[in-house]
């Protein structure tokens, strides 16, 4: 078992064996979560926020048009004229 230490603010530092088994790297997020009397860490995998702009698409995109057409979408379904 490996033991760290609580720094002032809370803080620990996550041994280097234990990053490299996990596949953490500097900048990762983690996640805590409370099973009994244990605290269970668990890496966080990328989010669709992370994966922004990794699709390339052609031409500009103008989100306040493709806002408008979704919101008239939404308009004429609850209208009950789906298209």
């Known amino acids: 078992m490996i033991t760290v230490t609580v720094g002032k603010r809370g803080q620990i530092t996550l041994p280097s064996a234990i ?4 596949g953490i ?5 983690v996640a805590l ?6 605290i269970i860490m668990l ?6 926020l992370d994966l922004r702009g ?5 031409g500009p995109q103008d989100f306040a048009q493709i806002r408008q057409q979704v919101l008239r979408q939404r308009a004429r379904k609850a209208a009950g004229h789906e298209e």
Do not use: C
């Open 54 to 58: 990794s699709v390339p698409v052609s």
């Open 33 to 38: 979560a409370l099973e009994g009397e244990r």
């Open 43 to 48: 890496p966080l995998g990328k989010t669709l």
């Open 25 to 29: 790297q500097d900048g990762d997020r």
């Open 19 to 22: 990053r490299q088994q996990m």
